[in-house]
């Protein structure tokens, strides 16, 4: 079993920056690939972005390219979600999820953090 715990949400305004924390937990944890996903009221949850664990490759919605960056630290087990010019349209509860096999879906989620931004 896995664990996630996200953290570092909190209301900006347009053109700030907040930085999403995801820590994962669990006993022998080990992942294909960490990845971020939002969910804006009134709309289904969709993907930012992925970072797979062992060669850091990553993967971004066309919506946050240049404005977002995914990083990880495997010894803390914790991917990053560095969020800078964040726009209106980036609010939304953001979550972290874990793929364990490449071939399979994401299967652990955290609890959301909500990124609030003001215009």
């Known amino acids: 079993q896995v664990q996630l715990v996200e953290s570092g949400g909190g209301l900006v305004q347009a053109g700030g920056s907040l ?14 690939a960490m990845g971020w996903f939002r969910q804006a009221p009134g709309k289904e ?14 993967s971004y919605a066309d919506s946050v390219k240049g404005r977002f960056t ?3 630290d ?3 087990n914790t991917v990053y979600l560095q ?4 726009k209106p349209e980036d609010t939304a509860l953001y979550y972290c999820a ?17 990124v609030t931004v003001s215009s």
């Not at 930085?19 to 294909?32: D, K, T």
């Not at 949850?45 to 990553?58: L, Q």
Request: hydrophobic share 35%; aromatic share 14%.
């Open 45 to 58: 949850r969709g993907f930012v972005a992925s970072i797979t664990w062992s060669s850091g490759s990553t």
């Open 19 to 32: 930085r999403l924390s995801c820590e994962a937990s669990g006993r022998s944890f080990n992942a294909y």
């Open 98 to 114: 874990v793929k364990i096999l490449a071939w399979k879906e994401y299967g652990y989620w955290g609890q959301g953090t909500q």
């Open 83 to 86: 969020m800078n010019n964040l």
């Open 74 to 76: 495997n010894a803390k």
């Open 70 to 72: 995914i990083s990880r």
